[in-house]
């Protein structure tokens, strides 16, 4: 039989050592979104995963390690739900990326109420993670809305609309999700103009009426080309 090329065997290994890692990574996310940090082994992990511990330490240094990379995958994921799609109208990208948020924190619901939205005192390192994910969402959102991120009305007023967003998270996932996610994203979308209007009576600079003709766009009329 003929032997496997060398590069076959190393690409074959390499693969698996990503696969391994992925599932360890997938496995931590689990077991920090139902118990506390210091309740979780790192033999808990590797256990749940079927792999030795020391697997383990060699990706990841220690459970601090593979704890804080697993923070940063899964805000990773959430943030990619923000991202420019040219071609794609403004007033469809912002219900859709919204939509598909809180659609990941449903499925994840313990990790987002234990990790996503618990609060800095938690974790603060964990919460800035997630801060800095916000901040891009924020950012993405003016940018689609043609706004200027870097004044400091705006700046402000947009912290508050991503506070908003948390805020609504947190009520719909504890109390069962009572409202379906599209009426909830339609609320979403006048709090965001809301936000902009205020942030428009400090800088007056800002055009509401546009900002209002994309967020409260009839959803029927974006959904034409799908």
């Given at each position: 039989?003929?032997?496997?090329?060398?590069n076959?065997?190393?690409?074959?290994?390499?693969?698996?050592?990503?696969?391994?890692r992925?599932?360890l990574?997938?496995?931590?996310?689990e077991?920090?979104?139902?118990?506390n940090?210091?309740?979780?082994?790192?033999?808990?992990?590797?256990?749940s995963?079927?792999?030795?511990?020391g697997?383990?330490?060699?990706?990841?240094?220690?459970?601090r390690g593979?704890?804080l990379?697993?923070?940063?995958?899964?805000?990773d994921?959430?943030?990619?739900n923000?991202t420019?799609?040219p071609?794609?109208?403004p007033?469809r990208q912002?219900?859709?990326?919204?939509?598909?948020h809180?659609?990941?924190l449903a499925?994840?619901?313990g990790?987002?109420l234990?990790?996503?939205?618990?609060?800095?005192?938690?974790d603060?390192e964990?919460?800035e993670?997630?801060?800095?994910?916000?901040?891009?969402?924020v950012?993405?959102?003016l940018?689609?809305?043609d706004?200027?991120?870097?004044?400091?009305?705006m700046r402000?007023?947009g912290?508050?609309?991503?506070?908003?967003?948390?805020?609504?998270?947190?009520?719909?996932?504890?109390?069962g999700q009572?409202?379906?996610?599209?009426a909830v994203?339609?609320?979403?979308?006048?709090i965001?103009?809301?936000?902009?209007?205020?942030a428009?009576?400090?800088d007056?600079?800002l055009d509401?009426?546009a900002v209002?003709?994309?967020?409260l766009?009839?959803?029927?009329?974006e959904?034409?080309d799908?």
């Amino acid at each position: 039989m003929k032997a496997e090329p060398e590069n076959g065997r190393m690409t074959a290994r390499s693969e698996q050592a990503a696969e391994t890692r992925r599932r360890l990574l997938e496995a931590a996310v689990e077991l920090f979104s139902e118990r506390n940090f210091d309740d979780v082994a790192a033999a808990d992990i590797a256990r749940s995963v079927g792999v030795a511990h020391g697997l383990l330490f060699h990706y990841f240094g220690s459970k601090r390690g593979i704890y804080l990379e697993a923070m940063r995958v899964a805000a990773d994921q959430m943030s990619a739900n923000f991202t420019l799609r040219p071609g794609v109208p403004p007033g469809r990208q912002v219900r859709e990326a919204l939509k598909n948020h809180f659609e990941y924190l449903a499925a994840h619901r313990g990790f987002a109420l234990r990790l996503v939205l618990a609060g800095r005192g938690v974790d603060p390192e964990t919460w800035e993670v997630f801060e800095d994910r916000r901040r891009h969402a924020v950012e993405w959102l003016l940018q689609l809305l043609d706004i200027d991120p870097a004044g400091d009305a705006m700046r402000m007023m947009g912290r508050a609309f991503a506070g908003a967003i948390d805020a609504t998270a947190v009520h719909w996932l504890e109390s069962g999700q009572p409202f379906d996610v599209d009426a909830v994203v339609d609320s979403l979308a006048h709090i965001a103009l809301a936000a902009i209007r205020a942030a428009a009576q400090l800088d007056p600079t800002l055009d509401c009426d546009a900002v209002e003709a994309i967020l409260l766009s009839d959803r029927t009329s974006e959904s034409v080309d799908d």
